[in-house]
């Protein structure tokens, strides 16, 4: 069978050794002649993933001391609430800053748990570029950003320093580059795009947050409760996790967050200069904001749609299709997407300019 | 390799089938070339296996047209937030049947949004019965109760008949029997007994429930909000709802919950025969209230305990030691053990017998 260039917005591509490792592992886990997903999350087995996933995720982002990791259910929609219930004060304030339909959705979440306060949106231009020179109000319990914006390809290229706690969702961009870990208080990520498939979300907790609002809060909702029982409170989603963990593996054992930031910077050169240099394409984002991660683009005429989605398909090119609120095509190329792939999609855009 | 007859209380065992199919999908799903967990959850692959699975539960179960189907993330322990969330009322109070660890969290959860009243509980006895006659008030906005307790390895043999709205946590004997729904308001289940691996969690949700307590609810701990967007307001947990669907294809194919029954009951009935005829075991639960599900015991002495492990062992039985709360053994049966499985326990029980 042919090899599929997946540039699906996630879930999403992820390594091939991983996805043999991990259907292995449905059949037989451990050697154990059980499955992966029969065995307790208490049996030693999956102890040793979950230990494993985290400590990988502390050592690829080089998590300080006074931090813990844990891995919950939900995705980014249940981490809205948890970054508002553990962090705003009753009656306290949160700074958002609106750069898309998640960022958007985050604040919204948060005003069930007290007053928020957007500091500056791009909604004026459908959010195709990352505000900058805003004020955060220094009484705010917290300032909340989404550091990539999947939808319209905009990515914060240096996060704003802030005199209040820093809160990230990282959904889309965790492990891609090097993050400074120490500038945030919490960061969260969904797990499906550059780490494991949906159902896991990663918690990347400085410590002494815990307790600071004074709410009581349910426990699920409780970001110390999952800290203090690492990551198995109740049972973890353990598919995900596991294959988290290989993704992890995987990464490390090429070199790491360097060497994928390498390798994205490669590929977002490759597309973003087809891009520029094809008079067939414009670009959605602002320059100056692309995002690594995530490249819109448009057909600078419309008439060329069904020639160049008819070229792309023939060519095993697969969820390149852009969000309903931005239209054009997105390529996705988070991590496990290689330099081969982009050069499949910008191939076709050059075969185009010569076709038409 | 010699099969393991796998007795573990959780994640457990699934039918041999699913998980050959759920492992080639990992690999090659719907023949797309493309992995079960790297394609998008709005893909019309996906969509169709959502879909499929939701109408399974609404088929095997019965379920009847005011009811919503829908799959979530966070276990049972999200399930204790978010029924109490979009059940209580703001200074509103709710009735909880005390069972044991689990409905003891659910009442502790509740907690945090009104008056807790516990009807009644069989902590005085460990947990070993299910507390009957009790009196639930008429003023409260639902009784929750939790149909099979784990760990003690007790079950609710019948509901008992309440004027407030009937809530219950079935996470671990949902589709091992046909099921009343019409006289639940909410039920409610983790996925990893009966239904398929951890990280997905069913809700089936009397439609005339939704904004009754007229509390602004957060969207993902909104009810409504998952059903009006057929459990896609947010990347759905797609491997585990995945299996969940292949698991119940293949209780539909054998013959349903009625067919189930009849197997579990005969499963039950065999191993507690032996409990209560071999004089080197005792049962622990009440034999009125014993589980179909998890069978409790314990040795009549101790000096046997290292032998009895020991043969258990060489059997290839696994996962069957008691929860630390109750000690002695716990042998799981859910849907997927057969009744050789349980035969095998039952001839080492024997063995024992006729060796010391």
Redesign the interface.
């Known amino acids: 069978?042919?090899?599929?260039y997946?540039f699906?917005?996630?879930?999403?591509?992820?390594p091939q050794e991983v996805?043999?490792e991990?259907?292995?592992a449905?059949?037989?886990f451990d050697d154990?002649?059980?499955?992966l997903?029969?065995?307790?999350?208490r049996?030693k087995n999956f102890v040793a993933v979950m230990d494993e996933t985290v400590s990988l995720v502390k050592e690829l982002l080089n998590v300080p001391d006074n931090y813990d990791v844990v891995f919950?259910?939900?995705?980014?929609?249940?981490g809205?609430?948890i970054t508002a219930y553990n962090l705003m004060r009753e009656n306290g304030s949160a700074a958002y800053l609106n750069t898309g339909a998640w960022a958007n959705?985050a604040q919204?979440?948060a005003a069930?748990f007290g007053n928020v306060v957007e500091v500056a949106s791009s909604k004026d231009k459908n959010y195709s570029y990352i505000p900058k020179g805003y004020e955060v109000p220094s009484d705010a319990d917290y300032f909340h950003c989404t550091s990539n914006n999947t939808i319209y390809g905009t990515q914060i290229k240096e996060f704003p320093t802030v005199d209040v706690p820093l809160v990230c969702d990282m959904s889309s961009d965790i492990f891609s580059k090097p993050v400074d870990v120490s500038q945030f208080d919490l960061i969260y990520a969904?797990a499906?795009k550059n780490m494991?498939?949906?159902?896991?979300t990663l918690y990347i907790i400085k410590k002494d947050i815990y307790g600071r609002n004074g709410r009581?809060?349910?426990?699920?909702?409780n970001l110390k409760i999952h800290a203090d029982k690492d990551s198995m409170?109740?049972?973890?989603?353990?598919?995900?996790v596991y294959?988290s963990m290989l993704t992890l593996r995987w990464l490390k054992a090429n070199g790491g967050v360097e060497w994928i930031q390498e390798r994205n910077e490669a590929k977002a050169a490759l597309l973003y200069g087809e891009i520029d240099r094809n008079p067939l394409f414009n670009g959605v984002a602002a320059k100056e904001d692309r995002s690594n991660m995530n490249a819109t683009f448009v057909l600078a005429n419309e008439a060329h749609k069904e020639t160049f989605d008819q070229m792309w398909n023939d060519a095993n090119i697969?969820?390149i299709k852009g969000h309903r609120s931005v239209g054009g095509y997105r390529a996705s190329m988070y991590n496990a997407m290689d330099l081969e792939g982009v050069q499949a999609l910008v191939n076709v855009m050059k075969e185009l300019e010569n076709r038409v």
Chains 1, 2 share one sequence.
């Open positions: 069978m042919s090899k599929v997946n699906s917005a996630g879930p999403c591509i992820l996805l043999k991990a259907s292995e449905v059949s037989n154990l002649n059980l499955s997903i029969e065995i307790s999350h049996s919950l259910q939900g995705g980014a929609s249940l809205f609430i959705k919204k979440e069930h969904g499906q494991g498939p949906a159902g896991s009581s809060i349910p426990s699920y909702l409170f109740n049972t973890p989603p353990v598919f995900p294959v697969s969820g």
